[in-house]
């Protein structure tokens, strides 16, 4: 369905919506309809849309900011499209106009802070996001992202662990601890959010392979061995192949 009739069928159902909103309703339908992400956070930290899909989805996003420069929901979607498609730089200057509008938005500097390409501004903006709301867990998994790809595993550990105190059940953030973890050669450590992983997402392979190599580091050759066969086999989730996840160093 193209952007107009999911924009017509936005009206029908919903008589009283502005024409930007109306568009805004048509975008994210692009996006939920192909990212297939779930509803919790056990590894729904990213989802990849199907690049038709984003160009839809953009193209709604700029109709909904030309009919209302100030949409900020459509500023913020428009980000995250560009974000997705690569168009880092863009996404940036998109998300500065809605932070013109809302600058104390603590997803928007979250956002922003992903898109940036320079790791100190990156940094910095994910800063500002846990300044105004220290408990915004994504903010604290992203600025330990960013840290551990600048070779900062040491500082990256302590933010994913602080993912997941304010949010248990969050397994991706778990899975970066565990990684963290046997980067900084601490394999028993990485053994128990490894399990915590697992309890969380029993079938989450990158974690098995994590975990595979956390015992082979110990000398338990057997039980890594298990856990290696566990991680390829046939239900297991390996989120390269999802289409949710790049490889992790697990």
């Given at each position: 369905m193209d952007i107009l009739n999911k924009v017509k069928s936005f009206f029908?159902?919903?008589?009283?919506?502005?024409?930007?909103?109306?568009?805004?309703?048509?975008?994210?339908?692009?996006?939920?309809?192909?990212?297939?992400?779930?509803?919790?956070?056990?590894?729904?930290?990213?989802?990849?849309?199907?690049?038709?899909?984003?160009?839809?989805?953009?193209?709604?996003?700029?109709?909904?900011?030309?009919?209302?420069?100030?949409?900020?929901?459509?500023?913020?979607?428009?980000?995250?499209?560009?974000?997705?498609?690569?168009?880092?730089?863009?996404?940036?200057?998109?998300?500065?106009?809605?932070?013109?509008?809302?600058?104390?938005?603590?997803?928007?500097?979250?956002?922003?802070?992903?898109?940036?390409?320079?790791?100190?501004?990156?940094?910095?903006?994910?800063?500002?996001?846990i300044s105004i709301e220290p408990g915004f867990y994504r903010a604290w998994f992203n600025k330990g992202r960013v840290l551990r790809g600048a070779k900062e595993a040491e500082k990256a550990l302590l933010c994913f662990e602080t993912a997941t105190l304010l949010k248990p059940d969050f397994a991706i953030a778990w899975q970066f601890k565990a990684s963290t973890l046997n980067l900084l050669d601490q394999p028993e450590q990485a053994l128990e959010a490894y399990d915590k992983v697992l309890d969380l997402v029993p079938d989450y392979g990158e974690a098995w392979l994590g975990k595979s190599l956390a015992l082979s580091i110990l000398n338990r050759h057997s039980e890594a061995d298990e856990c290696s066969k566990k991680a390829f086999m046939d239900h297991s989730i390996l989120s390269w192949q999802q289409g949710q996840l790049g490889p992790l160093d697990a």
């Open positions: 029908l159902s919903k008589g009283k919506l502005k024409p930007s909103d109306a568009y805004l309703e048509a975008g994210l339908s692009f996006l939920k309809g192909s990212a297939n992400q779930p509803s919790n956070d056990k590894l729904a930290w990213e989802s990849l849309p199907d690049a038709a899909d984003l160009e839809n989805a953009l193209g709604a996003f700029d109709e909904a900011i030309s009919a209302d420069p100030n949409n900020f929901d459509a500023l913020h979607a428009k980000g995250f499209t560009l974000g997705k498609l690569g168009r880092r730089l863009e996404a940036v200057e998109v998300f500065d106009r809605a932070l013109e509008i809302k600058p104390n938005s603590p997803e928007i500097w979250d956002a922003k802070g992903l898109a940036c390409q320079d790791d100190d501004q990156a940094i910095a903006c994910l800063d500002q996001a």
